[in-house]
């Protein structure tokens, strides 16, 4: 009953570093997509994917970096962090337009 | 390209009271639209969701209408509880995409 799992759930990371945030389905789902939440901006899409092998640019996707090369996994890189980055993240699975989110990782940049 | 437009929060309403939340979209063709809340510390939990004009979503006795009319589609609930405490979320998703749009999102909290 896991659906989707984010990792890790918080991080701190300096100016410049790299990082790779985790994000795992079990459902089979083809669709699965990257947000970004700040403050009184809603949920931002970064990054999408609509099959292994296939992603695409969302709203936001400058300074990350998606691949897809198994239905399950979908991470997120984060090349090179700046605090303009630090933010909430979200992974998503969606099938029949039902989205399913994982827990979010809470990510600061100082 | 699409957008939502929802209620500015935050909401602060007294247990039992009356809820309504307004939601606004503009959309080409004909979008899905949906309800998401998510509690403390956790991630989105679809709430409700309507797929054609007219269609009534409803779930936790919450309860939205898809008005094309207005392009509007409204957060009710009769008597809200403390547990209701959330932010609510509005979104799309274009017609044959799974791509979600999202409002702002509204802080509700339920005080006793």
């Known amino acids: 009953n896991a659906g989707v799992t984010q990792t890790p759930k918080f991080q701190v990371l300096k100016t410049g570093q790299s990082m790779t945030l985790q994000c795992a389905q079990d459902?089979?789902?083809?669709?699965m997509s990257w947000y970004r939440q700040d403050p009184g901006m809603g949920l931002r899409l970064i990054h999408y994917?609509?099959?292994?092998?296939?992603?695409d640019q969302g709203e936001v996707p400058n300074g990350y970096n998606v691949s897809r090369s198994t239905t399950e996994d979908f991470p997120l890189r984060l090349l090179s962090a700046a605090p303009s980055q630090t933010s909430v993240y979200f992974c998503?699975?969606?099938?029949?337009?039902?989205?399913?989110f994982g827990q979010g990782t809470r990510l600061t940049v100082v | 390209g699409d957008s939502v437009t929802q209620m500015e929060g935050p909401v602060t309403l007294s247990e039992e009271a009356f809820l309504t939340i307004n939601c606004t979209y503009t959309?080409?063709?004909?979008?899905?639209l949906f309800w998401y809340v998510q509690y403390p510390g956790e991630g989105l939990q679809l709430l409700l969701k309507?797929?054609?004009?007219?269609d009534k979503g409803s779930n936790k006795g919450f309860e939205a209408t898809y008005r094309k009319e207005t392009t509007s589609f409204h957060l009710e609930k009769g008597s809200v509880q403390v547990s209701d405490s959330a932010v609510y979320f509005c979104?799309?998703?274009?017609?044959?995409?799974?791509?979600?749009?999202f409002g702002t999102g509204t802080r509700l909290t339920i005080i006793p």
């Open positions: 998503a699975s969606s099938h029949a337009r039902e989205a399913f």
């Open positions: 459902m089979n789902h083809e669709y």
């Open positions: 994917s609509v099959g292994a092998g296939i992603t």
């Open positions: 959309a080409t063709g004909y979008p899905s």
């Open positions: 309507a797929t054609k004009a007219d």
């Open positions: 979104a799309l998703s274009g017609f044959g995409n799974e791509k979600l749009t």
